[in-house]
């Protein structure tokens, strides 16, 4: 019996020192910083080939020792990152992970939270962490607002003059010429502020490979005036019908291939007005904010079938538009073809008469 008090101080020891040497293990962790790659915007327009953002996190390990991290990251859209393998990070340093975040067409505007978490499963090569500590970083991504406006052409008052894609048709001095279109909106957001606006030039056929001119600033001798901005009251799936006029005043046909392009931007309202206002409105032609529908006829010579019966085989005209004022100035390089054939012709003939003297 004298015995037992020492077996059960023995247990006891034990028991302890198990104890303390549990408590006395290391329970690692890594700090996680993630940072935005190019802005905290996604702009997720139905046109845009690449609707995402690039998200970086820093894991920054203090400890003396090796870790390696299990990650995960929440977010309710489509992302890259990869969860199936876990990140070594040597002691005492860092390691990014970079991944990508992206939205679909339809996701709402608005703010959309992130969170990356890292947890320490292993440390020092060999020993496992079941319950080391979760540590997270988290950013909030603003998704921006976009708007699209499709036209579907319901009828026109003369065939063949919008919608096309050449100019076909004759103008006819004083007339009218209309469009009537539906007009079909949507976007990702209740309130999309959209707009059809109109513009006109006057081109000039430069030679039938197609290459024109076109001048804004000539079009007040054959349109009155341009038709106003229409604004497009409708929400997201709905449509709403247009109709618009470009009325031609009296003029004399002309002899040299011209032809008026009747113009159509519509989009969302802000870039519309941009498009409207810029030196060029056809360098918006490729912006995927707007988009163009056109019209067009012919006050001259019907360039798409016209050929140049110039004496001198290459001798077109080039179209000059000064920055002084609106005029143009036709350039015939034919003139100057002509002029160095009759230099060439007068120095044979000087050659000739030097010849029969000696």
């Excluded at 290391?26 to 690449?50: F, M, S, W």
Aim: aromatic fraction near 12%; hydrophobic fraction near 40%.
């Amino acid at each position: 019996m004298r015995g037992l008090p020492f077996v059960v101080s023995v247990l006891l020891l034990s028991v302890l020192s198990a104890s303390s040497f549990a408590q006395s293990e290391p329970q690692p962790e890594v700090d996680v910083d993630c940072t935005y790659v190019n802005g905290d915007v996604i702009r997720a327009h139905p046109k845009l080939y690449d609707i995402s953002a690039a998200i970086e996190c820093i894991l920054t390990n203090q400890n003396p020792y090796q870790v390696e991290v299990e990650t995960d990251l929440q977010w309710i859209y489509f992302e890259s990152h990869d969860e199936s393998s876990a990140v070594t990070v040597n002691a005492n340093s860092e390691v990014a992970v970079r991944f990508d975040l992206w939205v679909t067409e339809d996701t709402p505007a608005g703010v959309e939270g992130m969170t990356f978490d890292a947890t320490v499963i292993q440390y020092a090569g060999i020993r496992e962490c079941t319950g080391c500590e979760t540590t997270s970083s988290s950013l909030d991504l603003t998704i921006l607002e976009w708007a699209t406006v499709d036209l579907q052409q319901t009828s026109q008052s003369h065939a063949g003059i919008f919608g096309g894609d050449w100019v076909t048709e004759f103008c006819s001095s004083g007339v009218e010429y209309s469009l009537n279109a539906t007009m079909t909106v949507e976007a990702n957001h209740k309130n999309p502020k959209t707009a059809v606006g109109f513009s006109a030039t006057v081109g000039y056929m430069m030679d039938d490979e197609g290459y024109w001119y076109h001048s804004p600033s000539e079009v007040d001798g054959f349109i009155s005036e341009i038709p106003s901005v229409q604004m497009l009251d409708v929400g997201p799936g709905e449509s709403s019908d247009i109709s618009v006029a470009f009325s031609l005043q009296e003029f004399e046909n002309q002899t040299y291939e011209m032809f008026i392009v009747f113009i159509v931007v519509y989009g969302e309202e802000n870039y519309v007005y941009d498009a409207l206002q810029a030196a060029d409105i056809f360098d918006f032609d490729t912006d995927y904010m707007v988009e163009f529908h056109y019209g067009g006829c012919y006050v001259g010579a019907e360039a798409m079938e016209y050929e140049y019966e110039y004496e001198y085989e290459g001798a077109s005209p080039v179209i000059i538009e000064t920055s002084s004022d609106s005029s143009t100035i036709y350039l015939i390089a034919g003139i100057g073809i002509a002029l160095a054939a009759c230099l060439a012709v007068a120095l044979i003939v000087i050659l000739v008469r030097k010849g029969k003297n000696d």
